[in-house]
């Protein structure tokens, strides 16, 4: 069973940058396609970016492009999600989740939540002035 532990989020000015990170335990998050969801109050659960097994297919939703950059450092099993020019309506509680399907090595998505196997509890991130 694998274990997604989130953190790096927190309360940030708009405008202002954070890193989240997704560490595993149990097992190597490289056999992993990893996506990256959030969700905000009374709001449903949003697809953010996501980064193939083989790290060579990434997608970002619409509204995140050119601003957030998501990454993985297999030597410290972590997959991080750069986020830049944060705006108050990116604020939300942002979720990293493991797919180990089939098609996981040249394949994530960010519109099928269904298709990830495993999840983390989230972290929180607040952007306000």
């Known amino acids: 069973q694998l274990q997604l532990v989130e953190s790096g989020g927190g309360l940030v000015q708009p405008g202002g940058s954070l890193r989240l990170s997704c560490a595993a335990s149990?097992?190597?998050?490289?056999?992993?396609?990893i996506g990256w969801f959030r969700q905000a109050p009374g709001k449903e659960r949003e697809g953010v970016s996501c980064?193939?097994?083989?790290?060579?297919?990434?997608n970002y939703a619409d509204s995140v492009k050119g601003r957030f950059t998501i990454s993985r450092d297999n030597a410290k099993n972590t997959v991080y999600l750069q986020m830049n020019s944060l705006k108050p309506e990116d604020t939300a509680v942002y979720y990293c989740a493991a797919d180990q399907g089939p098609r996981a090595y040249l394949y994530c998505s960010t519109n099928r939540p269904a298709e990830y196997d495993y999840w983390g509890q989230g972290t929180q991130v607040t952007v306000s002035s």
């Open positions: 149990t097992s190597t998050l490289g056999y992993y396609a």
């Open positions: 980064l193939s097994r083989s790290g060579g297919i990434t």
